[in-house]
């Protein structure tokens, strides 16, 4: 049990002590798409969903969702960002929206949770501002696309 690093001699989950990590600039990227029908979709993009600009509030949704990460998520570490946002893109092909998010700090644990909790907190959100209209939405592909920063470098998917 060793090797794991959120656990200790014991196999007890525990976590990790970061202070004598150096200070580094860490950034992270995620993504995920949610799917919906092409007339809830075009009521999103055009503004006219009842609730309010779904966009918009996906948008502020995800950013604090990557403040409270440490909040939600058990063993991580609370961090002081110093970025964190959220792209949403109208894709009419899927049809739905897409999402990235990213988070970035100067400190010694990297943001790659908060990155997630981003995109995934934005997503749950234009789920919940449309589902009167679409019960039917489908969140997919959340995924970490980049980290930088750290002893363990830099990492894209390709």
């Not at 949770?113 to 589902?131: G, N, P």
């Amino acid at each position: 049990m060793s090797d794991l690093t959120h656990t200790d001699s014991s196999g007890r989950a525990r976590m990790v002590d970061v202070g004598s990590k150096p200070e580094t600039a860490r950034t992270a990227r995620a993504e995920g798409s949610i799917s919906m029908s092409a007339e809830t979709l075009e009521a999103i993009a055009r503004n006219a969903v009842t609730k309010g600009d779904v966009i918009a509030t996906a948008r502020i949704a995800g950013v604090m969702a990557a403040k409270r990460t440490a909040d939600l998520i058990p063993l991580c570490h609370p961090i002081a960002l110093t970025d964190a946002g959220i792209d949403v893109e109208v894709d009419r092909m899927l049809p739905g929206l897409r999402v990235t998010g990213w988070a970035s700090t100067q400190g010694r644990t990297g943001v790659e949770m908060e990155a997630l909790t981003a995109v995934t907190v934005a997503l749950l959100t234009i789920y919940d501002m449309a589902k009167a209209m679409d019960r039917g939405m489908q969140m997919s592909g959340v995924r970490l696309t980049e980290k930088r920063g750290g002893k363990s470098g830099d990492w894209n998917r390709d």
